[in-house]
């Protein structure tokens, strides 16, 4: 497999377009993220997103020259090639020491009407690209207006930078369709940068494409600085900045430690002789290439094979996953199934084997401890660096604990605010197992219509993402790590919003506290009465 030492990006900043209406805001976003222009697009209405992957610090800033002192660049901005060398460029910014940054766009609506809302989505920005029209004078009068809003809301020390849009329409020797006379200079627009500590000037054509790489380099290689510099905090998300990666689990009782992307949902196939899917394969291909190096499977699900597929596709290097997968078919020979398993993966070894469900052992604690004996033996054999549980209730481990040599590193169960599991997670967190959550969107998506669904909506409005969003910060908040899927890629980088922001210590509590007003349970249904919430 071909050694990639990079993870997908070393780190997350949440950054916010922000200025007057029709500036060009969207455009430019869609610009950067989709390399595409689009010459008409709806209004937007509180927020819009985004995302990209871009380059930071050497060797690549010194090859693009971004981040340089603003009289050195200002005139290179302005003609900056409509396929910028930025991110395309060769060797500097495939090195293998190149560090990357994904960017988290927030396209703020610039009408009257929407800024109580968009003021809300300054919060926890770590950059800001404040946007106005060179060819309308009303939108650069506003900026200063613009740039106190920013400041009263967002965290101190947020990097700014302003950009003029439309210099395609400004251009001396334009003959585009609506080209009218420039009404802000460059030189006024400098003095005004200078004036207000704003750090850098970048003219802009999203139609063209000239500049636009650079406005969001700029931002994104001072907000590196800034961390080279110590200062944010990387554990405080308040920062909008968020360093990205999580354990490879060599310990033998590790656990992931970020969301899981899993195939038990939308690619469950329910017989193993089931046609190859490749739309599968599609599927977490495109998930790793979004930042998801904690990948869920099972033997049960049928998708490893699938899942081997997209790992060699990728190209990242083998440490750079955790790859977890589960046994339940075949509990009667632990180290055969196993086996089976990595061979469909393609894999010397996962990163942490469960055992599926209790189940099976019908209340009988010598099978659950005959098969955590065989669970301890695969671990100490190296094919799994790490082994836990699954669906496992209070009993069951206790069951293992009596016997084990090696506790569980983790019980991944489901948990979202309709099934809390009483004491589970307390207990859990007593005996040092973590915990994950499967099904934490369950709320919105089978259970629908009950009682959380306004209070969702009221939080996902505060923190400008969706109720989906909260449903996995209120897992992360609570030390749960949640499994998710899509077969959607901007659903997919979307969800990584959710290292932009946290809950308040309340909102956790009302959740839970609306939650437990309500049951549901989506899984083993067959197993549980209606009414238990163990």
């Known amino acids: 497999m071909k050694a990639d030492p990079t993870p997908p990006w070393s780190y997350i900043a949440k950054l916010i377009v922000l200025g007057d209406s029709a500036t060009g805001k969207s455009s430019l976003t869609v610009r950067l993220c989709e390399g595409r222009f689009s010459p008409s697009h709806d209004v937007t209405i509180g927020v819009e997103f985004g995302s990209r992957i871009v380059p930071v610090g050497p060797p690549a800033n010194a090859y693009l020259d971004i981040g340089q002192p603003a009289a ?13 060398p930025a991110v395309k460029a060769a060797d500097p910014s495939n090195s293998g020491q190149q560090k990357k940054m994904k960017l988290s766009l927030w396209d703020t609506a610039g009408q009257e009407t929407y800024k109580s809302i968009t003021r809300s989505y300054f919060r926890g920005a770590s950059g800001a690209l404040l946007v106005f029209d060179i060819t309308r004078r009303s939108s650069f009068d506003s900026v200063t207006t613009w740039l106190n809003d920013l400041r009263q809301i967002a965290e101190e ?19 585009a369709p609506g080209a009218r006379p420039r009404a802000v200079s460059r030189e006024e627009a400098e003095a005004w940068c200078r004036r207000e500590n704003v750090v850098k000037y970048v003219e802009t054509s999203a139609k063209s494409g000239q500049g636009v790489e650079r406005a969001f380099l ?30 490879s689990g060599r310990d033998g009782a590790a656990g992931p430690k970020t969301i899981g992307y899993g195939t ?17 394969v599609e599927g977490v291909r495109t998930a790793i290439k979004v930042g998801y190096t904690h990948l869920d499977n099972a033997e049960v699900y049928n998708t490893e094979e699938e899942m081997g597929k997209a790992i060699k596709e990728s190209n990242v290097d083998r440490d750079k996953l955790f790859v977890t997968t589960k046994v339940i078919r075949d509990i009667s020979d632990i180290p055969a199934a196993l086996d089976k398993s990595l061979k469909k993966l393609g894999l010397d070894y996962v990163d942490l084997y469960l055992i599926h469900a209790p189940f099976f052992a019908e209340g009988d604690e010598k099978k659950l401890q005959d098969a955590w004996a065989k669970m301890e033996q695969v671990l100490a054999e190296g094919k799994t660096r790490s082994i836990g549980v699954s669906n496992f209730l209070q009993p069951h481990i206790e069951a293992i604990l009596k016997t084990s040599r090696v506790r569980p590193a983790i019980n991944q169960i489901e948990f979202h605010p309709y099934l809390q599991h009483g004491n589970l997670i307390p207990y859990l967190k007593s005996q040092n197992i973590r915990v994950s959550a499967y099904s934490p969107l369950l709320p919105i998506t089978k259970a629908k219509g009950g009682p959380l669904d306004s209070y969702l909506e009221t939080l996902a409005k505060k923190y400008g993402v969706g109720p989906g969003e909260i449903l996995l910060r209120w897992a992360l908040d609570q ?38 007003t309500h049951h549901f349970r989506g899984y083993w249904t067959h197993v549980f009465d209606k009414d238990d919430r163990s």
Do not use: M
């Not at 700029?218 to 354990?247: F, H, M, P, T, W």
């Not at 899509?486 to 959740?511: A, H, W």
């Open 72 to 84: 050195s660049v200002s005139n290179a901005a302005a003609h900056t090639p409509v396929e910028t």
């Open 157 to 175: 020390g947020i990097v700014v930078i302003l950009v003029g849009n439309k210099s395609d329409l400004a251009a001396e020797d334009s003959d």
């Open 218 to 247: 700029e931002v994104a290689e001072r907000i590196y600085q800034n961390i080279e510099a110590g200062k944010y905090d990387l554990k405080d998300r308040r920062s909008g900045v968020k360093a990205y990666g999580l354990s």
């Open 264 to 280: 038990g949902t939308a690619w469950f196939k329910r017989s193993p002789d089931a046609p190859f899917d490749d739309a599968c």
């Open 479 to 516: 030390d749960v790590i949640p499994i998710t899927t899509s077969n959607k890629e901007q659903r997919l980088s979307d969800i990584l919003r959710v290292f932009t922001f946290s809950l308040t210590p309340k909102e956790v509590e009302e959740i839970k506290t609306i939650g437990s």
